[in-house]
């Protein structure tokens, strides 16, 4: 992939993270206030507005030319050719209740998950950088991460409970030792360093924004992302998909957890 593009990638990821960061400084208690309803059906928080807003201001004065895909405002047609799939606050909630664990995630492809071709996820908090390139590998702020080589014999998951429980997930929040941090791109990302042996959601409830530049992360990383189908994960570039997501460190993993389903 052309550097410019890289580079424009990165520009946006940090016109976000400093806005975002400004306002929590400055506007804490206004960071979960409910503006308008997003492109996508949900609503829509100031934090995600601000950080949103900074990506445009960026794109819309760039010469080079990329199209956009996020949560708020939907696809932006800028006459590009790749499209820049762009959740700019993942893990809200968490941001707005003073958590401090959510990302940008930025993802460049031409239409769907398996032709992406670069991703990038920021810890907004920490400023750890996640990054990936197709068949070059995946980084942690520049140095090469890779997928624990066998699970440990206390696993160490991260798995979506609360409102989004499943009976499956149930059954295995009851094995090893679990996590469910709220963010969905960060959470694979600890996949892909070996941090967690895997992730977790069962139901469909997953868009494209939330994990285009993840799921290229874990599997540079040496992981596997699947559907609880068993498939390998692919979305087209849309607001309307929705889907389930076991990212792990080994197929042997995945086979493991999936039959009992």
């Known amino acids: 992939m052309e550097e410019k593009i890289k580079h424009l990638a990165y520009k946006v990821v940090e016109k976000i993270s400093r806005a975002v960061k400004k306002e929590s400084k400055n506007n804490f208690y206004k960071l979960g206030k409910t503006i308008g309803v997003g492109a996508d059906g949900t609503p829509t928080s100031y934090i995600d507005k601000v950080a949103e807003d900074a990506a445009l201001n960026i794109l819309e004065k760039s010469e080079i030319k990329v199209n956009l895909l996020s949560e708020e405002k939907g696809f932006v047609d800028f006459g590009g050719t790749y499209v820049f799939v762009l959740d700019p606050v993942d893990g809200t909630r968490n941001a707005y209740r003073g958590i401090p664990f959510y990302s940008v995630s ?40 890779r997928v624990c080589e066998m699970p440990s014999a206390e696993m160490l998951s991260s798995i979506s409970l609360g409102k989004n429980h499943t009976s499956k997930a149930g059954l295995l929040s009851k094995k090893g030792n679990v996590r469910s941090l709220g963010s969905a791109s960060l959470e694979m990302c600890m996949v892909a360093m070996s941090a967690l042996d ?47 997501v076991i990212a792990a460190c080994s197929e042997k993993l995945i086979s493991d957890i999936l039959p009992k389903a």
């Open 106 to 145: 930025l993802a460049i492809g031409t239409s769907k998950i398996s032709d992406i071709e670069y991703g990038v996820v920021k810890n907004i908090p920490s400023g750890d950088i996640f990054t990936a390139e197709l068949r070059h590998g995946a980084f942690l702020n520049k140095t090469p991460i």
């Open 198 to 244: 895997y992730y977790f959601v069962g139901k469909n409830i997953l868009r494209v924004v939330d994990i285009a530049a993840a799921t290229l992360i874990v599997r540079e990383a040496g992981g596997f992302v699947k559907t609880i189908n068993g498939d390998d994960l692919d979305m087209e570039f849309n607001l309307i998909e929705r889907t389930s």
